[in-house]
C-alpha cells in the first residue's frame, strides 16, 4: 500500500513544474492575443465578435435585429422622398409611449398634427411584426442631417423589405390625397418650403372667352388621361403652357384655377434665385409628381431675353446670359433630357411682353399651349358681374358692353370696381362711371395725337 502511495505521489507534477507551466501558457495566450489584434483588421475583429454574440444570444432564444436606414446621403441631386413619406406616415402613429412629441395646428388643418421629436422611437406593429423607429439627426455632412432608423428581428427581414415598406408608402399615399391640401411652394435656400395654397379661381369664375376656357380645360383633360399615350410615342408624360398678355388680365387666377381643376400643387420658381445651372436642375428635380411649376414674369429676367435684340449674341456663349444660368439649361429642363427625369407635371411660363422673349422659348413644340389673356370682354363682364353681384342679367349691361368692347380695361379693374359695393345698382353705376371717365381720357390722347400729327 505504502508503495501504491509512493508511486502516485511521483506522477503528480511538483508546485514549481504547475507553476511553470502556467507562466508558459498565460505567455503563449499574450503572443496568440497580439498576433490577433495586430493581423486581424479591426473590422473584421467586430464582425467575428458581433455573429459569437448573436450565435449566443440565439441560443438563449434572444432575437437578433436588422436595421434599415432612411438618410439623405445618396449621392445624386434629388431628395430622399422616403424621408418625407417616412416623417407623415409616423404622425398617424404616435402614441401614448411617446413620452415627448411636438404637436401643431396649421392652417387648413381641422385638428392638431403630432410630429416625432428627434432622438425618439416609435414603434409599429404590422401583420403582426413589431418595427421600431429611431428619428435623429446627424451633423450636416454629405447632405446628411435628419435619418430614420428602422428595425426588426432578422426573421422579418424579407416581409419589411418587400411588404412593410411598400405599406408605409401606399398609407402616406392614401393618406394625402384623401385629404389633399394643395400646397403652394418656394424656394428658401436651395430647399423648397411649402404654404397651404387656398386660392379660390375656378375655371367657372375666370372671366374669360368661354371657347378658350374649354379649349384649356379640354387640353387638360387630354393631358390627365394621356399617361399610356406619352410612353407610347416616348415623350415625357408634361404639358407646357405660356401664359401672355397686361398685368391685371388674370394670369395668376388662370394657374390657381389650374391647380384646383387638376388637383396639383404649385413650385413657384423665381429665376432671380437660381445661381446655377446645377441649382437650376436640382430645383426642377425635386418636384413631385402632380405639380405645376410656374415661372412668372419671364420678360422681367434678362436671361430670358430676345437673343437677337441682346448685346449677349456676339458673345463666345451665346447660351449664357448671365452668371446664374443659361437659357439652354432652362430649356433643357423645360423640354429637353432633363425634362424626361419627372413626369405628371405641367409648366406655365408667364409674360406681360410675349415680344421680348427669346425665340427659342417661342418656337413651335417648346410649349404646348400660349394662351392669350386679354383685356376684358363683354363675355368676361358678364362673369365678374355673376361672380361679384350674383346677377345675370342687369339694364346697364348694355351701356357697359358698348363701352367695354372698344377699350383696354383689364379683368383686375373691372373687379375693383364691382367690388365697391353689394347693391348691384350702385356697383354697376361705378362699373360705368369708371369706362366713361376711361373713355374720355382715351378720346382725348387720340385727339392729340391727332394733333400732332397735323
Ligand atoms: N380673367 C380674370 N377673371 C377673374 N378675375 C380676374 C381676372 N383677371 C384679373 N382678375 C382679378 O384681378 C386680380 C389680379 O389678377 P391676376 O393677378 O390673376 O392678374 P395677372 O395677369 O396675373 O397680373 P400680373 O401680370 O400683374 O401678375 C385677381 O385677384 C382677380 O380678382
Redesign the pocket.
Given at each position: 500500500m505504502a508503495s501504491f502511495v509512493l508511486e502516485i505521489l511521483r506522477l503528480v507534477p511538483s508546485t514549481s513544474s504547475l507553476l511553470s507551466l502556467y507562466a508558459s501558457l498565460s505567455t503563449s495566450l499574450m503572443l496568440l492575443r497580439n498576433a490577433y489584434h495586430e493581423f486581424i483588421p479591426q473590422k473584421l475583429e467586430s464582425f467575428v465578435s458581433t455573429k459569437i454574440k448573436n450565435y449566443f444570444s440565439r441560443n438563449k432564444n434572444q432575437p437578433s435585429y436588422d436595421t434599415f436606414i432612411i438618410d439623405n446621403s445618396w449621392e445624386g441631386l434629388s431628395r430622399n422622398k422616403l424621408l418625407d413619406i417616412a416623417r407623415f406616415y409616423l404622425s398617424s402613429r404616435i402614441g401614448p409611449k411617446n413620452k415627448i412629441i411636438r404637436i401643431g395646428k396649421f392652417r387648413g388643418e381641422k385638428s392638431f398634427t403630432a410630429g416625432l421629436v428627434k432622438g425618439e422611437r416609435i414603434v409599429d406593429v404590422f401583420e403582426g411584426v413589431e418595427v421600431s423607429w429611431f428619428f435623429g439627426d446627424r451633423e450636416m455632412e454629405n447632405g446628411g442631417g435628419e435619418f430614420f432608423e428602422i428595425s426588426f428581428e432578422d426573421k422579418y427581414r424579407q416581409k419589411v423589405y418587400y411588404e412593410y415598406l411598400n405599406h408605409v408608402i401606399n398609407t402616406h399615399k392614401a393618406m394625402t390625397e384623401e385629404e389633399k391640401i394643395l400646397k403652394l411652394y418656394s424656394r428658401t435656400g436651395r430647399h423648397w418650403e411649402s404654404i397651404d395654397f387656398e386660392h379660390a379661381?375656378t375655371f367657372d369664375?375666370?372671366?374669360?372667352d368661354y371657347e378658350l376656357k374649354k379649349a384649356i380645360m379640354d387640353d387638360l383633360d387630354r393631358f390627365l388621361g394621356r399617361r399610356d399615350y406619352y410612353r407610347r410615342i416616348g415623350k415625357a408624360w408634361k404639358r407646357g403652357y405660356l401664359?401672355y398678355?397686361?398685368?391685371?388680365?388674370?394670369?395668376?387666377?388662370?394657374?390657381?384655377a389650374m391647380a384646383n381643376y387638376l388637383h396639383y400643387d404649385i413650385y413657384d420658381l423665381e429665376l432671380a434665385s437660381i445661381r446655377s445651372d446645377s441649382d437650376l436642375r436640382q430645383a426642377m428635380l425635386n418636384v413631385d409628381r402632380k405639380s405645376i411649376i410656374v415661372i412668372?414674369?419671364l420678360d422681367c429676367n434678362s436671361k430670358v431675353h430676345d437673343r437677337s435684340n441682346s448685346d449677349d449674341s456676339n458673345s463666345d456663349d451665346s447660351n449664357a446670359y448671365a452668371s446664374n444660368f443659361t437659357l439652354s439649361s432652362l430649356l433643357n429642363c423645360v423640354d429637353g433630357l432633363w425634362s424626361s427625369c419627372a413626369e405628371e407635371r405641367i409648366v406655365v411660363f408667364?409674360t406681360?411682353h410675349r415680344q421680348v422673349l427669346d425665340p427659342a422659348l417661342l418656337r413651335p413644340g417648346r410649349m404646348d399651349m400660349h394662351i392669350h389673356?386679354s383685356y376684358?370682354t363683354s363675355q368676361?363682364f358678364r362673369?365678374?358681374a355673376s361672380?361679384y353681384l350674383d346677377i345675370k342679367d342687369h339694364h346697364l349691361f348694355e351701356e357697359i358692353d358698348g363701352l367695354i368692347q372698344n377699350m383696354d380695361v383689364?379683368?383686375?379693374?373691372?373687379?375693383?370696381e364691382l367690388m365697391k359695393s353689394d347693391d348691384a345698382d350702385t356697383a354697376l353705376e361705378g362699373v360705368l362711371n369708371f369706362l366713361k371717365l376711361k373713355k374720355k381720357d382715351k378720346d382725348k390722347i387720340e385727339e392729340e395725337k391727332e394733333a400732332d400729327l397735323c
Open positions: 379661381a369664375s375666370l372671366a374669360m401664359l398678355g397686361p398685368p391685371g388680365t388674370g394670369k395668376s387666377s388662370l394657374i390657381a412668372e414674369d408667364t406681360n389673356m376684358c368676361g362673369i365678374l361672380n383689364t379683368p383686375a379693374s373691372i373687379a375693383e
